[in-house]
């Protein structure tokens, strides 16, 4: 029940088109959903974040949609660059920044 | 801007041997926090600090692993006698606020155990 699933696990996009990331939760229990994106070498770092009394939140060309009853939410990458290119994960948390993470997503844009 | 820093970057050791992974955490921050993630799979949570004391430890941070603030500005996870399956990338967190705040990550500390 504390698993959060992520899809796809690789991700090839052209620079200029689309990123869209999904993940899946099942424990109701959960109550803030971040995205980290990290780099080779690097420690992951946090992108955007939401909690479940919003359906959309837009930082820039990061926008997270959340859908409360179908326990999903995904991450839309728009206008991705090459600088974009990284491991996407998702997690979820219910307290206490014990975070549980998705199986991460592999990005490459391509120029 | 401040950051978590962590050392070793890689730490090759023999299985059974002791283990120390050192975290110095953002100044100002009062939560410290262990992930670890195996080769291929999913970043884990370890255990989460406050205050001198272990708040929250996950199945995985058996009675081989350790952690302490021994001196105010370090945080150090200690694994006790090491096991091929501990081969991983240790990740440090620090954050501000309890729950659900902003973590911030070190680059890792990456443990072989042969």
């Known amino acids: 029940q504390q698993q959060v699933k992520q899809s796809p696990q690789s991700l090839i996009v052209q620079k200029g088109g689309i990123s869209i990331i999904n993940c899946a939760y099942e424990?109701?229990?959960?109550?803030?959903f971040p995205w980290y994106q990290q780099f080779p070498g690097k420690g992951p770092a946090l992108l955007i974040a939401?909690?479940?009394?919003?359906s959309e939140k837009k930082e820039g060309r990061f926008t997270i949609s959340f859908n409360k009853s179908a326990k999903q939410f995904s991450l839309h990458i728009m206008d991705s660059q090459p600088g974009d290119s990284a491991t996407y994960f998702c997690?979820?948390?219910?307290?206490?920044?014990?975070?549980?993470f998705g199986g991460g997503t592999r990005l490459m844009v391509k120029p | 801007e401040p950051e978590v820093t962590q050392t070793p970057s890689h730490q090759v050791t023999q299985m059974g041997q002791e283990v120390i992974l050192r975290c110095v955490p953002i100044?100002?921050?009062?939560?410290f926090y262990w992930y670890r993630q195996i080769l291929g799979q999913k970043v884990e949570f370890l255990v989460s600090?406050?205050?001198?004391?272990?708040?929250?430890k996950s199945e995985i941070f058996d009675d081989q692993f350790s952690v302490e603030r021994p001196d105010g500005s370090n945080f150090t996870l200690k694994i006790r006698s090491t096991k091929l399956e501990d081969s991983a990338m240790y990740f440090c967190?620090?954050?501000?606020?309890?729950?659900?705040?902003?973590?911030?990550f070190g680059e890792g500390s990456r443990l072989t155990v042969l």
């Open positions: 967190a620090s954050s501000f606020l309890a729950t659900t705040g902003e973590l911030f």
């Open positions: 424990n109701t229990a959960f109550d803030y």
């Open positions: 939401i909690r479940p009394d919003v």
């Open positions: 997690a979820a948390d219910n307290a206490g920044n014990m975070l549980t």
């Open positions: 100044s100002n921050h009062l939560y």
């Open positions: 600090f406050y205050n001198n004391e272990i708040s929250e």
